[in-house]
């Protein structure tokens, strides 16, 4: 198995534009969780899914955060606009017999 | 919120000594797991401490739980060079929204050689 896919894995872009990330959980595992990491706020959760539906989405900073899972092997982190706040690890991670598997994250810089 | 809480911030020690990490909680869980992140990787899956559970061993690791202090150990012994890494807690805790997993702000642990 080639484990929790992320992509981009580097994405810089201008203060104001759309960020897409992207995120493939590994086969067989129901529940994905997007997190975010940085020095001054560490990992914070931002949304969960199970079986493909949001359950908790209460970590999303604003609405210019959208998440969405339209199948089991594929989910979608959007920011629109983007701000120089959200630079950041962005984290994608798949739950399988109670534990965490996390990709290797997307690192995103907002000028 | 932050459910768990490391401490302490940042350890540094010579390779072949112990390193314990220590993390505080605030809610109810149903299992303790410890993660351990490379620089500029993913976190892994270290071990998980159930709540009913004291006491866990992994090879060169050892956990701790107590429930009644809300607290948790991790102790890595006769530590490496490549054990250099931020270790992180994380509590997970069934809600009315489902599992959820909590993590703490890490620890990040130098071990010179």
């Known amino acids: 198995d080639a484990g929790v896919i992320q992509s981009p894995r580097h994405e810089v872009t201008e203060m104001g534009q759309e960020v897409t990330l992207r995120c493939k959980p590994i086969?067989?595992?129901?529940?994905l969780f997007w997190y975010r990491q940085t020095m001054m706020r560490g990992l914070e959760l931002l949304i969960y899914?199970?079986?493909?539906?949001?359950?908790?989405d209460s970590g999303m900073p604003e609405d210019r955060f959208s998440a969405k899972m339209p199948n089991a092997s594929f989910s979608t982190l959007k920011i629109q606009p983007s701000e120089p706040r959200d630079s950041a690890v962005y984290f994608c991670a798949s739950r399988g017999q109670g534990l965490l598997f996390f990709g290797p994250g997307t690192r995103l810089t907002v000028l | 919120s932050q459910q768990g809480e490391e401490d302490p911030q940042a350890l540094s020690i010579q390779e072949g000594e112990n390193a314990t990490m220590n993390c505080s909680y605030k809610t109810s869980i149903n299992n303790l797991q410890w993660y351990r992140q490379n620089s500029g990787r993913g976190l892994v899956h270290l071990i998980l401490i159930r709540s009913n559970e004291r006491e866990k061993h992994s090879g060169r690791l050892r956990v701790t739980l107590d429930t009644s202090k809300k607290s948790s150990s991790l102790l890595i012994t006769a530590s490496r060079a490549a054990d250099t890494a931020s270790y992180f807690c994380a509590t997970a805790a069934r809600s009315n929204y489902g599992q959820n997993f909590v993590f703490g702000p890490g620890t990040r642990l130098s071990v010179l050689p």
């Open positions: 899914f199970n079986n493909n539906v949001p359950i908790d």
């Open positions: 086969s067989g595992h129901n529940s």
